[in-house]
Structure formats: C-alpha cells, structure tokens
C-alpha cells in the first residue's frame, strides 16, 4: 500500500508550510493564550477567532503511545511507534517517535521534535526521544 501524505488545505498550509521550513508553528489565542492542534477556525477554549500562527519550543512528552509492530506501507520498516505527545505549550500531537528503541518508550518520556522530509512538499513533524 502506497503510504497517504497530508493535502494541505487553506487552514492547514500555515502548518504544513512551517513543517517544511522546520520551524513548526501552531496556533495560539490571542485572547486567552491556549495553543490549538490541529489548526481550527475558532479557539477551542474560549471561542475567539484570533488566532495566530506561534512556533513552538519542539519540546513534549509522551501522554500516550503504542508499538505498531510492522507496518502496511511500502517502504516502511516497523516497528513504528505511534504517540499522543503532549507539547510543552499544552496541545496534544499525534505522530511517530522515531527510536532504535521502540519498546524503551514509555509514557512521560521527554521528546523533542524533528523533521521527516517526505516529499517535495511535505514534511511531517516527528519526535525523537530527548536525551
Ligand atoms: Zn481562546
């Protein structure tokens, strides 16, 4: 099976645009502070539509992972480890955290965010495990 990349879409390219120049921006209320993933119209605390794109420090912890021992896309070894990270600024991230050592990750484990370039387009946002 020939691996699914994201269509960047009017809300998401700001984010998708941000990933590509590894440098990832999310965005934050400008009325009450709270950080928003995935990219939204309103605040999703407090309603607002004053949104702005923020980078973000890249640092996170795992909220919660599983070990996908092998994977359905060609060209992609497993095990691929798939975490829920929670983001120093407070938003929640799915993604991959990329380690020799899959069965090593654990939940609260520290990671830092990295880049996978995986098109001429895309590139998706990955953590690795922080040392
Ligand atoms: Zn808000």
Not at 13 to 29: L, N, V, Y
Not at 87 to 103: F, Q, R, V, Y
Request: one cysteine or more; charged letters at 20%.
């Amino acid at each position: 099976m020939t691996r699914y990349l994201p269509e960047p879409t009017k809300i998401s390219k700001p984010f998708w645009d941000s990933c590509k120049a590894e440098a990832m921006e999310i965005q934050r209320c400008a009325d009450c502070g709270t950080y928003a993933y995935y990219p939204v119209y309103v605040c999703p605390e407090c309603a607002s539509r004053q949104l702005e794109w923020t980078r973000v420090s890249g640092r996170g912890t795992v909220y919660t992972y599983t070990v996908a021992a092998q994977s359905v896309f060609e060209g992609i070894d497993g095990p691929i480890v798939v975490a829920l990270i929670e983001l120093e600024e407070g938003a929640m991230m799915t993604s991959n955290i990329k380690t020799n050592d899959p069965h090593g990750v654990h939940i609260g484990m520290p990671v830092r965010l990295a880049y996978e370039p995986v098109s001429d387009d895309i590139t998706l946002p990955v953590f690795e495990v922080a040392s």
